[in-house]
């Protein structure tokens, strides 16, 4: 019902900046929230930043706090993710998620992923 597409990735150097880019099709009006997550090789996915898509709230994750920003253009049904003062700890493969609930309900949708790699 819904296709989620992510680009963007790529290699930096630490302290560098990515801009990680979310286009989804089909039933985009079902959805209500969008976010982001990431996987790095051993460790399970973990949130990383959400974004509602009627009224104004994000969220983030502690760890990339000040460093991400999640944006939208709803008009293009596409969701971003601005990452700055990037570091090694953020290589992972990130995945754009949506879902029609909101916080504290299951994402339903999932993107294939796109890989960043942050060298020191």
């Known amino acids: 019902q819904v296709q989620l597409v992510e680009s963007g990735g790529g290699l930096v150097q630490a302290g560098g900046s990515l801009r990680l880019s979310c286009a989804a099709s089909?039933?985009?009006?079902?959805?209500?929230?969008m976010g982001w997550f990431r996987q790095a090789p051993g460790n399970e996915r973990e949130f990383v930043a959400s974004?509602?898509?009627?009224?104004?709230?994000?969220r983030y994750a502690e760890s990339v706090k000040g460093r991400f920003t999640i944006s939208r253009e709803n008009a293009k049904n596409t969701v971003y993710l601005q990452m700055n003062s990037l570091k090694p700890e953020d290589t992972a493969v990130y995945y754009c998620?949506?879902?029609?609930?909101?916080?504290?309900?299951?994402?339903?949708?999932w993107g294939q992923g796109t890989q960043v790699t942050v060298s020191s």
């Open positions: 998620a949506a879902r029609r609930g909101y916080s504290g309900s299951a994402y339903d949708y």
């Open positions: 974004i509602r898509q009627s009224v104004t709230g994000t």
């Open positions: 089909g039933r985009t009006f079902s959805i209500n929230d």
